[in-house]
C-alpha cells in the first residue's frame, strides 16, 4: 500500500519548538519532490514548505520564512520539517504529500500524488 504517514504534531507553547516528520511506506519518496501543507479551521489548505527531491531546493511561505525549515533524508524514506519560534497562528492541521520529479516544485496542491491524513499542531499557552 502506497502511503505518506505525518507524525511529530502536539501542543507546544508559542515560541516553542517542534518537528514533524513525514514517513513513506510502499514507495521511494527520493522519486518526488515533498510539500508541506496545513489547514487551520475554517481556512483553506495553504503551502507551507516544499523540497525538491534531490533536497538541494526549498521554498516556504511568507508567513513561515526563517522560522521553519524542511529537509529530507532518503535513506530514511523521510522528510521533515523543523517548525521554531511557533506562533498561534501555526496551529493547524499539517500534511505533507509527494509530487512526481516531472513537476519541480509548486504550491499548486492538485498536482501532488499521494497524501498523508496530517498530524495536528496546535501552539497555545
Known amino acids: 500500500q502506497l502511503r505518506l504517514v505525518e507524525s511529530g504534531g502536539g501542543l507546544v507553547q508559542p515560541g516553542g519548538s517542534l518537528r514533524l516528520s513525514c514517513a513513506a511506506s510502499g514507495f521511494t519518496l527520493e522519486h518526488y519532490a515533498i510539500g508541506w501543507f496545513r489547514q487551520a479551521p475554517g481556512k483553506e489548505r495553504e503551502g507551507v514548505s516544499c523540497?525538491?527531491?534531490?533536497?538541494?531546493?526549498?521554498k516556504y511561505s511568507v508567513s513561515v520564512q526563517g522560522r521553519f525549515s524542511i529537509s529530507r533524508d532518503n535513506a530514511k524514506n523521510t522528510v521533515y520539517l523543523e517548525m521554531n519560534s511557533l506562533k498561534p497562528e501555526d496551529t493547524a492541521v499539517y500534511y505533507c504529500?509527494?509530487?512526481?520529479?516531472?513537476?519541480?516544485?509548486?504550491?499548486?496542491?492538485?498536482?501532488?500524488?499521494?497524501w498523508g491524513r496530517g498530524t495536528q499542531v496546535t501552539v497555545s499557552s
Open positions: 523540497i525538491s527531491s534531490g533536497g538541494s531546493i526549498t
Open positions: 504529500a509527494a509530487l512526481s520529479v516531472e513537476y519541480g516544485i509548486t504550491w499548486l496542491q492538485s498536482l501532488y500524488r499521494f
